[in-house]
């Protein structure tokens, strides 16, 4: 484990100085990204810049979202000890290694190889047994053997798939930012009893967009 003081340092003023003020203050959510070293995750040439309040480039025009982001979509989804999560779109790992130090198992799916195997490797040195990273499109023939508590969509999405609400439990809950750039709205939705969705919009931001999820083109003359 990397014991650097100074990323040590700079990972509790991003708890307090930029997790906290976005209002992320649910006490387990804070632990996870107090302790959990985030620059074992970032790519090499970044690893100085893991605690700042910025997208990181993680190749392939991919990010890694800003910690206060990733502060708010864990506080919003809350998994609970027992529960069994999605990640659609692993990225370098480090979402999921939050959400698994949360929940009792994550499944993180990407359809880029060279993410997974990063991941994996991420994830081993730290330690974390319970997250199966598999290499797979989330919008092609990705098909689960089982129904998950809670879904996190990492990348945006013009309009959400129909089949991601077909991967949740009854009143599971999903979250994703949803739209057109620049104007995309981060939502978590929540499965009705009629099989509809209750939905709450937390935040404006903006992502790049999963594989496949962009808006159709427009062209005009």
Request: hydrophobic fraction near 50%.
């Amino acid at each position: 484990m990397n014991m650097n003081p100074e990323l040590a340092v700079a990972r509790r003023n991003m708890v307090e100085n930029q997790v906290r003020p976005w209002e992320v203050l649910d006490a387990r959510v804070l632990d996870v990204l107090g302790t959990l070293p985030r620059e074992t995750f970032v790519p090499k040439a970044y690893e100085a810049l893991a605690y700042t309040d910025v997208a990181l480039p993680i190749g392939h025009e991919e990010v890694m979202l800003k910690p206060v982001v990733e502060g708010r979509i864990l506080q919003a989804l809350l998994p609970a000890a027992g529960e069994h999560i999605l990640e659609i779109g692993t990225g370098t790992g480090y979402f999921a290694a939050c959400l698994a130090r949360l929940c009792a198992h994550v499944t993180s799916i990407d359809h880029r190889a060279d993410f997974i195997d990063a991941a994996r490797t991420s994830l081993q040195a730290q330690a974390i047994a319970n997250v199966d990273c598999v290499h797979a499109d989330a919008l092609s023939g990705y098909a689960p053997l089982e129904k998950f508590d809670a879904i996190a969509v990492t990348g945006a999405v013009a309009t959400l798939p129909a089949l991601f609400g077909q991967w949740l439990k009854p009143a599971g809950r999903l979250f994703v930012i949803r739209g057109v750039e620049p104007a995309m709205q981060a939502v978590l939705l929540q499965r009705a009893p009629d099989g509809g969705w209750i939905e709450d919009r937390l935040f404006e931001t903006d992502a790049p967009y999963l594989a496949g999820a962009a808006p159709a083109r427009t062209f005009s003359l």
